[in-house]
């Protein structure tokens, strides 16, 4: 929220200079450590140099040209007739106007000189908001008020030169959204007065007396959406009375557009107050206004001009004619005040927190107005906002205020916490004391009371909702002490401990994926019910089966993943489509899987004290599933072209070997076998199966390369190729191992042997490959030490239907050195031992 210096000042009596460099940055430093955080500090108004007050004596239409071009007649009030060249057409003979005269200086550096243009010469500028960095407006001119000093300088007349803090607000600070709130903040960080801007009701609004008057009828239907609803009226407004200057400039310098007056005043309260207001057009309304729910079949268009189908939970504003606006949200195209519109009714409401949010989200329309509804509005801000928005429409705009309001209400139950006053003591380890507690308590705007005991009993005033229980009283009063002099204690490590194997595990798998070219990623843990489509899954498959978030960050995605692929996949054709051609990717990331006795929702536990075990078990019970997964995706080439050659492309086989890499470094026993399974490709997908210590089987992976029309689903390369893991169950498998025995080293020679077996074209390569492990184990102490296939041949040599597997066989004893016939009987033994379980046929010549 961007919020000028001067505004605030205008409530908290803090004494500072726009030109003050130092005092500025501790003000910024003070906001940040009242928890509004500054981002950024914008001095504002000392470029600009030169520009006067001027006024218009005589205006030249000149014709000949494509557009409206007119010779002013100006004077800058030295008794000096000056001529200018523009080509805006809203202001007349006797209007006083901002003037540029030569060697003015505008924002950004632009310096005005006089000049010769359209065949006359102009001695400066007549200058727009635009050009004054004061709104956007290039329309017109930017026309003062009839009074407005002859020959001042502008930049002090309009008081452009301030400083403008941008704040950062947090979802929990509602309060903060409003110059009210800042200043509340900064009185109390310089221990200097506090002036609130919402005062007492206008006399001049209140009539005979505040209570139901005379204005605009209006009732409340639904009180879970609203509790306060105010209506006045505002008759004979002058439509087209302009904004007051400072009016203008201050809402420029918070990011506001100007509009029209009634716009603009309800505008200006919001950012003050921090109450949204809304103005109608009262000729436009049939019927008393009520605040209720939508019904089937409604729809609205709002001031967006967009048409929207209302949903049964959306709160609304409506009247005779059906829904008029969206409640705190954004009003309708039908009954918004216009050029012509002179009779307004002022509305100022109190609406539900969540239900303002859901609403906006579901229409994916946020709002300055829903961005305050969904932090939290002072309930008791109404009436005097609204007063305040009538008066200055009469003020400003001519117009007469009905006396008295319409206000409905329902009745809602004060908050009281009792909390111990030495509680915020314990949190922060800080020796505040009960004075210090109850001050700062009050500073916020709580009533405070001594209970018996060391207790106090808290009343929150109603601009802070945010406050509910001991621990926001706690971070209050720690929040105004300082969380910078809270004292801060080294922890010291324990020594002896170190990474544990699950940790050691995850790095050095992602390291040896690394070593492959791979790069880690790290996707949004959301999903929508089309990934599950577009991956081709079946319907009864397991992975539709997904938690469904009942507030998600966005609509597409109300689910959270059960597989890594879909966000793997997007990330890879993002990448593509941005022009890398050649893209491997992993992750290591949860995914989550619905427990079929699994409770619906989780307890929301108490935060003044730690949860107990059987909480503690409440809630684990209630959680989903989430296993630890690991996933590859990859197109494009594996290994890069050069001047060696041509690159070789990424394919099935580098993501069956990522699989392979995985279990390598877990050291757990495994095997690859072909599968049938979504999203891959048949044919071309293998299931990686691991073993336990007991012998047990469980498929923990799939790799390949992906279906033809999940790749087109998803806009991948063709032939892209993924894997994906369960690591929790490897972990498992893992642990069990017990601790890694490294293996003796021998100082003797090996023994390499080469061998190639014909097998029948079904059989895979892994159940050979096993056989001749098994085989040569039964070779006494000959010990097998490594085992690769280095040639797969489908040629006519093998026969139809056949293939050539061959392997290198490395031999070693850790005592001798072999000799010919040991080698070649462990090998025959390991070739016998395929040729009885696969079929083989050892291949030779």
Same mark, same amino acid.
């Given at each position: 929220?961007?919020? *000028? !210096?001067?505004?605030?000042?205008?409530?908290?009596?803090?004494?500072?200079?726009?030109?003050?460099?130092?005092?500025?940055?501790?003000?910024?430093?003070?906001?940040?450590?009242?928890?509004?955080?500054?981002?950024?500090?914008?001095?504002?108004?000392?470029?600009?140099?030169?520009?006067?007050?001027?006024?218009?004596?005589?205006?030249?239409?000149?014709?000949?040209?494509?557009?409206?071009?007119?010779?002013? $007649?100006?004077?800058?009030?030295?008794?000096?007739?000056?001529?200018?060249?523009?080509?805006?057409?809203?202001?007349?003979?006797?209007?006083?106007?901002?003037?540029?005269?030569?060697?003015?200086?505008?924002?950004?550096?632009?310096?005005?000189?006089?000049?010769?243009?359209?065949?006359?010469?102009?001695?400066?500028?007549?200058?727009? %908001?635009?050009?004054?960095?004061?709104?956007?407006?290039?329309?017109?001119?930017?026309?003062?008020?009839?009074?407005?000093?002859?020959?001042?300088?502008?930049?002090?007349?309009?008081?452009?030169?301030?400083?403008?803090?941008?704040?950062?607000?947090?979802? &929990?600070?509602?309060?903060?959204?409003?110059?009210?709130?800042?200043?509340?903040?900064? @009185?109390?960080?310089?221990?200097?007065?506090?002036?609130?801007?919402?005062?007492?009701?206008?006399?001049?609004?209140?009539?005979?007396?505040?209570?139901?008057?005379?204005?605009?009828?209006?009732?409340?239907?639904?009180?879970?959406?609203?509790?306060?609803?105010?209506?006045?009226?505002? !008759?004979?407004?002058?439509?087209?009375? *302009?904004?007051?200057?400072?009016?203008?400039?201050?809402?420029?310098?918070?990011?506001?557009?100007?509009?029209?007056?009634?716009? +603009?005043?309800?505008?200006?309260?919001?950012?003050?107050?921090?109450? %949204?207001?809304?103005?109608? &057009?009262?000729?436009?309304?049939?019927?008393?206004?009520?605040?209720?729910?939508?019904?089937?079949?409604?729809?609205?268009?709002?001031?967006?001009?967009?048409?929207?189908?209302? +949903?049964?939970?959306?709160?609304?504003?409506?009247?005779?004619?059906?829904?008029?606006?969206?409640?705190?949200?954004?009003?309708?195209? $039908?009954?918004?005040?216009?050029?012509?519109?002179?009779?307004?009714?002022?509305?100022?409401?109190?609406?539900?927190?969540?239900?303002?949010?859901?609403?906006?989200?579901?229409?994916?329309?946020?709002?300055?107005?829903?961005?305050?509804?969904?932090?939290?509005?002072?309930?008791?801000?109404?009436?005097?906002?609204?007063?305040?928005?009538?008066?200055?429409?009469?003020?400003?705009?001519?117009?007469?205020?009905?006396?008295?309001?319409?206000?409905?209400?329902?009745?809602?139950?004060?908050?009281?916490?009792?909390?111990?006053?030495?509680?915020?003591?314990?949190?922060?380890? #800080?020796?505040?004391?009960? +004075?210090?507690?109850?001050?700062?308590?009050?500073?916020?705007?709580?009533?405070?009371?001594? /209970?018996?005991?060391?207790? !106090?009993? #808290?009343?929150?005033?109603?601009?802070?909702?945010?406050?509910?229980?001991?621990?926001?009283?706690?971070?209050?009063?720690?929040?105004?002490?300082?969380?910078?002099?809270?004292?801060?204690?080294?922890?010291?490590? =324990?020594?002896?401990?170190?990474?544990?194997?699950?940790?050691?595990?995850?790095?050095?798998?992602?390291?040896?994926?690394?070593?492959?070219?791979? #790069?880690?990623?790290?996707?949004?843990?959301?999903?929508?019910?089309?990934?599950?489509?577009?991956?081709?899954?079946?319907?009864?498959?397991?992975?539709?089966?997904?938690?469904?978030?009942?507030?998600?960050?966005?609509?597409?995605?109300?689910?959270?993943?059960?597989?890594?692929?879909?966000?793997?996949?997007?990330?890879?054709?993002?990448?593509?489509?941005?022009?890398?051609?050649?893209?491997?990717?992993?992750?290591?990331?949860?995914?989550?899987?619905?427990?079929?006795?699994?409770?619906?929702?989780?307890?929301?536990?108490?935060? +003044?004290?730690?949860?107990?075990?059987?909480?503690?078990?409440?809630?684990?019970?209630?959680?989903?599933?989430? %296993?630890?997964?690991?996933?590859?995706?990859?197109?494009?080439? /594996?290994?890069?072209?050069?001047?060696?050659? %041509?690159?070789?492309?990424?394919?099935?086989?580098?993501?069956?070997?990522?699989?392979?890499?995985?279990?390598?470094?877990?050291?757990?026993?495994?095997?690859?076998?072909? =599968?049938?399974?979504?999203?891959? $490709?048949?044919?071309?997908?293998?299931?990686?199966?691991?073993?336990?210590?007991?012998?047990?089987?469980?498929?923990?992976? $799939?790799?390949?390369?992906?279906?033809?029309?999940?790749?087109?689903?998803?806009?991948?390369?063709?032939?892209?190729?993924?894997?994906?893991?369960?690591?929790?169950?490897?972990?498992?498998?893992?642990? @069990?191992?017990?601790?890694?025995?490294?293996?003796?080293?021998?100082?003797?020679?090996?023994?390499?042997?080469?061998?190639?077996?014909?097998?029948?074209?079904?059989?895979?390569?892994?159940?050979?490959?096993?056989?001749?492990?098994?085989?040569?184990?039964?070779?006494?102490?000959?010990?097998?030490?490594?085992?690769?296939?280095?040639?797969?041949?489908?040629?006519?040599?093998?026969?139809?239907?056949?293939?050539?597997?061959?392997?290198?066989?490395?031999?070693?004893?850790?005592?001798?050195? !072999?000799? =010919?016939?040991?080698?070649?009987?462990?090998?025959? /033994? =390991?070739? @016998?031992?395929?040729?009885?379980?696969?079929?083989?046929?050892?291949?030779?010549?």
């Amino acid at each position: 929220m961007r919020l *000028p !210096l001067s505004w605030l000042q205008e409530y908290a009596a803090v004494e500072l200079s726009a030109d003050d460099d130092a005092g500025v940055a501790e003000m910024s430093w003070r906001l940040t450590n009242c928890g509004l955080e500054v981002e950024s500090v914008e001095t504002v108004g000392h470029d600009i140099t030169g520009v006067i007050v001027g006024e218009v004596l005589g205006i030249e239409e000149l014709t000949g040209f494509n557009k409206p071009i007119r010779y002013c $007649h100006v004077s800058a009030g030295d008794g000096q007739e000056r001529h200018v060249i523009c080509g805006a057409g809203n202001f007349v003979v006797g209007d006083r106007v901002p003037l540029a005269l030569p060697g003015s200086v505008l924002p950004g550096g632009f310096e005005i000189g006089a000049r010769k243009i359209y065949g006359r010469v102009s001695e400066g500028m007549i200058c727009s %908001p635009a050009e004054l960095g004061i709104g956007d407006d290039h329309t017109g001119i930017m026309v003062l008020a009839p009074d407005a000093p002859l020959g001042a300088d502008f930049v002090s007349y309009a008081g452009l030169r301030d400083v403008v803090f941008d704040i950062n607000v947090t979802p &929990d600070k509602g309060f903060a959204l409003s110059v009210r709130g800042v200043a509340r903040e900064l @009185a109390i960080s310089y221990a200097v007065p506090f002036t609130d801007p919402a005062g007492p009701v206008p006399s001049a609004v209140t009539g005979a007396g505040e209570g139901p008057g005379g204005a605009y009828p209006a009732r409340i239907e639904d009180p879970t959406g609203c509790d306060r609803f105010v209506l006045r009226e505002v !008759l004979g407004v002058d439509p087209s009375a *302009p904004t007051p200057l400072a009016m203008a400039v201050r809402l420029a310098r918070s990011g506001q557009r100007s509009v029209s007056l009634a716009v +603009d005043v309800t505008n200006y309260l919001m950012l003050e107050l921090g109450q %949204p207001l809304h103005a109608y &057009d009262k000729a436009q309304l049939v019927g008393a206004v009520v605040v209720r729910r939508a019904r089937p079949g409604e729809k609205l268009e709002t001031i967006d001009h967009v048409v929207r189908e209302l +949903d049964a939970e959306d709160i609304l504003i409506a009247d005779d004619s059906g829904p008029i606006g969206l409640a705190g949200t954004m009003g309708g195209v $039908h009954t918004e005040v216009s050029e012509s519109t002179s009779d307004v009714v002022i509305e100022a409401g109190h609406f539900s927190a969540r239900g303002v949010a859901r609403m906006s989200r579901r229409h994916r329309l946020g709002s300055e107005a829903s961005a305050r509804f969904e932090r939290g509005v002072d309930t008791e801000l109404q009436r005097r906002a609204s007063a305040r928005a009538a008066a200055m429409l009469a003020e400003h705009g001519g117009g007469r205020v009905v006396p008295g309001c319409t206000y409905a209400s329902v009745p809602v139950e004060p908050i009281t916490i009792t909390m111990d006053a030495g509680y915020p003591d314990r949190v922060a380890g #800080v020796a505040y004391g009960t +004075d210090t507690v109850t001050a700062r308590l009050r500073d916020v705007g709580c009533t405070v009371a001594s /209970a018996s005991g060391d207790r !106090l009993i #808290v009343s929150p005033p109603s601009w802070r909702p945010d406050i509910t229980d001991p621990a926001d009283l706690a971070e209050e009063v720690i929040r105004l002490e300082g969380y910078q002099n809270i004292p801060v204690h080294a922890v010291r490590a =324990a020594g002896g401990r170190g990474l544990t194997g699950r940790q050691r595990l995850r790095r050095a798998t992602g390291r040896a994926l690394a070593y492959q070219g791979f #790069v880690e990623v790290t996707t949004d843990p959301f999903a929508s019910a089309a990934d599950f489509d577009r991956l081709q899954l079946p319907a009864d498959d397991a992975r539709r089966l997904a938690v469904r978030l009942s507030n998600p960050l966005s609509d597409d995605e109300p689910l959270m993943r059960t597989t890594l692929l879909p966000g793997l996949m997007r990330t890879l054709a993002r990448n593509v489509g941005r022009g890398f051609s050649d893209v491997l990717l992993f992750e290591f990331g949860l995914v989550f899987r619905p427990r079929p006795d699994g409770a619906s929702f989780a307890p929301i536990l108490p935060v +003044d004290r730690s949860p107990s075990a059987s909480e503690i078990a409440q809630l684990e019970a209630a959680l989903p599933d989430q %296993p630890l997964h690991a996933g590859v995706v990859l197109a494009g080439n /594996a290994a890069p072209a050069g001047w060696w050659g %041509p690159g070789r492309p990424a394919g099935w086989q580098d993501a069956i070997e990522a699989a392979r890499t995985v279990l390598r470094a877990s050291r757990v026993r495994f095997a690859i076998r072909t =599968a049938h399974y979504e999203p891959w $490709h048949p044919g071309r997908c293998a299931a990686v199966v691991v073993q336990d210590c007991e012998g047990r089987e469980q498929v923990v992976a $799939h790799a390949g390369e992906l279906h033809p029309r999940v790749i087109a689903a998803f806009g991948l390369p063709v032939r892209s190729a993924a894997m994906e893991l369960d690591l929790s169950v490897v972990e498992a498998a893992a642990d @069990a191992l017990g601790p890694r025995q490294a293996r003796p080293l021998s100082s003797y020679p090996v023994a390499v042997q080469d061998v190639a077996l014909i097998v029948a074209q079904a059989v895979p390569a892994a159940k050979v490959e096993s056989a001749l492990r098994v085989g040569a184990a039964q070779a006494g102490d000959v010990l097998l030490e490594d085992l690769s296939l280095f040639d797969v041949y489908t040629g006519d040599q093998a026969g139809e239907g056949h293939k050539s597997l061959a392997y290198t066989l490395r031999f070693r004893a850790p005592d001798r050195t !072999l000799t =010919a016939e040991e080698v070649a009987a462990a090998r025959d /033994a =390991a070739v @016998a031992e395929a040729v009885r379980q696969t079929g083989a046929v050892l291949r030779s010549g």
